[in-house]
């Protein structure tokens, strides 16, 4: 037969996009945005008269830069959207639009920073109508559905700092196509942090200042969808002891899942903010209550993926701030706890602390900035606040380890207690039982991968966090665009297929995949519980 006639006849002509090449891709998709943007204002302004251009320009790459992304999705999305009341219109247009981006999305972090109109959009919808149980539940599903997407995102890549290229246009440019004239007033800081409804104005004044990658704005799209979660798990009217340990399970499963560490230096240093950026979805003392949780989350698991040999390919200024942040963290959680009587809660930091990555790789960091010889720098014990004090004495002799973005934590944090040095290294008291032997493990997942399963350790509570990690199983249905089938990492295929966004649950992802036996992600399997 001549295979000829075996040719499907409504394909483009192989040379349609070629002119959309290299530097003349960029050029074309500049000059269509600015002209969009000298359009927007004027009377005759009619949004289709540039779909077809930015789809074309959609077409042109098998992974599509952000910018082209959020535009033609925009212009869609205001196309055949106007202005809806009822609330279920509202929540269907949500849908509609994260069905719309994950069809168009390619590489891994491009995928997650792009559904950022969606989490505000969402957002919106969450805020109007916070009383509509119908539209609420239906609010959670799609939530659980974008957690699994995250992650199936982030399944078949090892790699832990997003620099999947900057951005060629402003931040404040292509969020003002999303929030309308409404929120167009203010600086930069402000228009972006309207967009960013759930991140603190430090990581809000990071993005907007430019210089950061797509990974980097995936782990912040990242840190708000999780806190959406959680805000909505709040409301659900729980006692708060049942809540507290479901929460807890389910932040530290997320955590093991993603593996991912814009995400967690993200959500690390908006634990330093006192109040958490969620006093739109819950009300004070629940905000108090989701950021105990999150102290534990962070604090009490010793996860793998920061461990010295995992994070040593990071910049040093990467490093350097995560770590830092993590101790400071760390002396918060302390602080609170024992001005608040929980003596037992400030044991269990701070024997977390001592017995974790954290002050190891601390100790690296700094030996490794000052460049000694010899015997190690070390600070003169084991707790967060020996560890600051050691800092602090270096800072005095002129060594500058804490950058200046922490100088204000530094001074709130501090000053006042270690002055009095009053070392409260003595927390961790010999045969005092504490929810350290509770809640404390070594996020053990990643070694497990170089063991037999009869050599997994039998820790019970290992066994339970690596369980609830599992419990975030990715299953049915995905995004069936073609340029994600193709994706790859080694001999793992990932296939997504389109999602069944009317589910209950956020089961309705699918993940169809050959694993060989030595693959490194095969115990990574997460799943959202509701």
Known sequence: MDLALMEPQNLPKPHKFDHLIGENYSLALNQSIQALIDSLHKPTFIPSDFTSTFHDLLLARVNPPLENIWVYSNLVFRSSNGPKVEPLDRFTAVKDLFQLITSCSGGSWTSVACIAPVVYELYRVIVDFRGEKKVVRKIRSLVNVILGYINLCYSDTEKDVGNDGALVRPLEELVSFWIGEGNGNGGVKERVGSFFPLLDDETVEMISGGGFGVGELAGAVMVEVFLMKLCLECREGIKRDELRNKLRTWAVGSITGFRNIDFFGTLVKMLLVPNLPVTSLLNSEDASFLRQVLFDAVILVDYSFLSLEKVAHLPSKTLKGLAVARLMVAYEAIELARKGGNHTKAISYNNAFSNSHLSSLLIVLVNGEVGMEGKPNKPNGSSPQA????????????????????????????????????????????????????????????????????????????????????????????????????????????????????????????????????????????????
């Open 387 to 530: 560890f600051l004090k050691w800092l602090l004495n270096l800072e005095d002799q002129g060594i500058r380890i804490l950058d200046e973005g922490m100088s204000d934590i530094r001074a709130r944090l501090v000053l006042d207690n270690l002055k009095a040095g009053d070392d409260r290294s003595g927390y961790k008291v010999d045969g005092m039982k504490s929810d350290t032997d509770i809640l404390f493990y070594i996020d053990i997942k990643g070694k497990e991968e170089e063991r037999t399963e009869d050599e997994n350790p039998n820790d019970s509570m290992n066994a339970a966090f690596v369980a609830a990690a599992h419990t975030m199983q990715l299953a049915e249905n995905g995004v069936g665009r073609k340029r994600r089938k193709r994706r790859r990492v080694g001999k793992k295929r990932v296939k997504l297929l389109k999602p069944d966004l009317d589910e209950p649950s956020g089961s309705s992802w699918k993940k169809s995949a050959n694993f060989s036996k030595d693959d490194s992600n095969s115990e990574s399997e997460i799943d959202n519980p509701i």
